[in-house]
């Protein structure tokens, strides 16, 4: 389906103002993934939701065929640049006044965040512009790819994440349209939501999951900046 196609058939999709553009690094997607350089030579990789991550540029020169999917993607990149900064810079003034429920081993500080987040947006927005058929506009829970287009696939802090507001049947759809364009795994992080409680529904999905087919199990990572987030759900197809 072409980007044209795309537009005309979408529901209605979010409104720049509402879509919150920040990103993580590609070191924290290796470490929130349990992934090493080996994992990722020769194979396709989609990150989706991808936002404002420079997981996709890096892993590209690790030797991946790597792309990321967004609902954000449809704005103009010189727009989501200027959004993205924006956000990451009212989103260090929230973590102020809840930096207590975080773990600061990794970034050290408050600063050493904001330059993380703000090297994800500024790796993120330079390879959008040197290959903007790497960033694909897609409205979850459908995707605009092929069945197994993908060797692997990444979910990070979307699913799971917002179970207050993404329902069970939304979980559902998502993972099965995540598994369809993937062609042995995927790997969501975390499996916690916002309060840092594990996904309520966790053993409905898990079941159901392992009931077609697939192989489903919870893996702890080295990674936790969110106190209690430091797990991610492994869901393997079962000829893999």
């Not at 102020?96 to 993120?124: E, H, I, P, T």
């Amino acid at each position: 389906m072409s980007r044209e196609e795309q537009q005309e058939n979408k529901s209605v999709g979010l409104e720049l103002e509402k879509i919150i553009f920040i990103g993580r690094t590609y070191k924290e997607y290796m470490l929130m993934f349990n992934l090493t350089p080996e994992d990722l030579r020769g194979r396709s990789i989609l990150d989706c939701p991808g936002g404002a991550c420079s997981f996709s540029s890096h892993a590209r020169r690790h030797g991946a065929d790597s792309m990321a999917a967004d609902i954000a993607y449809e704005h103009e990149i010189d727009k989501l640049e200027l959004k993205g900064q924006q956000d990451v810079e009212h989103t260090m003034e929230q973590l102020k006044q809840v930096r207590d429920r975080y773990r600061w081993d990794y970034f050290g500080s408050m600063d050493g965040l904001k330059q993380a987040r703000m090297n994800a947006l500024r790796d993120c927005v330079a390879d959008m512009r040197n290959f903007p058929e790497q960033y694909i506009y897609a409205e979850l829970p459908v995707l605009p790819f092929t069945d197994e287009q993908f060797d692997m696939t990444l979910s990070a802090h979307f699913l799971f994440t917002y179970a207050d507001r993404l329902d069970f049947s939304f979980h559902e759809q998502t993972i099965l349209e995540l598994l369809r364009v993937t062609r042995q795994e995927l790997r969501i992080f975390p499996t916690v939501d916002l309060s840092g409680k594990r996904y309520e529904h966790m053993d409905e999905i898990k079941s159901f999951l392992k009931n077609l087919g697939f192989r489903v199990t919870e893996v702890s990572t080295t990674y936790e900046f969110q106190q209690g987030a430091h797990t991610m759900l492994k869901i393997t197809k079962p000829e893999f």
